[in-house]
């Protein structure tokens, strides 16, 4: 499992609901991040990439889509062209856990909803939550909780929200800065308490599942 780059993913949404959007969708490796933004048919705040990075220790590529349909296509055509060599795993914090998780789930009603494949095919996954639950002491469950505990607060200053429900409302007032740098804060997160995870835990203390949908195996 070690040898598979990890590559982490976290979801902003409009809420919680099964008519509620995607906002934002990023993915971060240990060389970048990757994000893609819906604006809703705002026009995008000049120099908004450049602004953003200027905040970055490593680098962010930004772009941006009028609508969430836009978002998910440009999401599924970088997810095929950049991971499909199998040499990846997709890991993400509370994604897909036994009993639902919601990064993956909301994501699939929302392809659906659009007619959008499935763009994880490819990639094997590993839920970074029932790691922390199983292997190691904390007393905390949420992910910047369980970051802050066992790392220590080093993104603290890069997420400008105390708590995920400021995302919802930074949308809504087309507050695009600090809602990028949360989501990019949280995959920087969830990457991080990966490789400390693979640093101190066994390969059997990991859960490893296909995301190759059923239809398409021969």
């Not at 598979?4 to 902003?12: C, M, N, P, Q, S």
């Not at 369980?146 to 993104?155: A, C, K, M, N, P």
């Amino acid at each position: 499992m070690s040898d598979l780059k990890t590559v982490a993913f976290d979801i902003e949404t409009t809420g919680f609901e099964t008519s509620d959007r995607l906002t934002v969708v990023g993915f971060d490796t240990a060389i970048s991040s990757r994000v893609f933004l819906n604006t809703g048919d705002d026009p995008v705040p000049s120099g908004l990439e450049d602004r953003l990075n200027a905040e970055l220790r490593t680098p962010l590529t930004l772009s941006t889509h009028e609508n969430e349909s836009a978002l998910l296509e440009g999401m599924a055509t970088f997810v095929e062209s950049t991971f499909a060599d199998r040499e990846f795993k997709l890991v993400a914090y509370n994604g897909d856990t036994w009993n639902g998780g919601f990064d993956l789930p909301f994501l699939r009603t929302r392809l659906t909803t659009h007619d959008i494949g499935w763009p994880f095919a490819d990639l094997p996954y590993v839920e970074v939550l029932d790691v922390f639950e199983s292997r190691f002491n904390t007393s905390e469950d949420t992910l910047d909780g369980v970051y802050e505990e066992l790392i220590g607060d080093g993104l603290g200053d890069l997420d400008p929200f105390a708590d995920s429900a400021e995302a919802v409302t930074a949308w809504k007032t087309r507050d695009f800065e600090p809602l990028v740098l949360h989501n990019v804060a949280d995959i920087r997160r969830t990457r991080t308490l990966m490789d400390l995870a693979e640093r101190y835990c066994s390969t059997s203390d990991f859960s490893m599942k296909s995301l190759e949908p059923v239809s398409s195996q021969s």
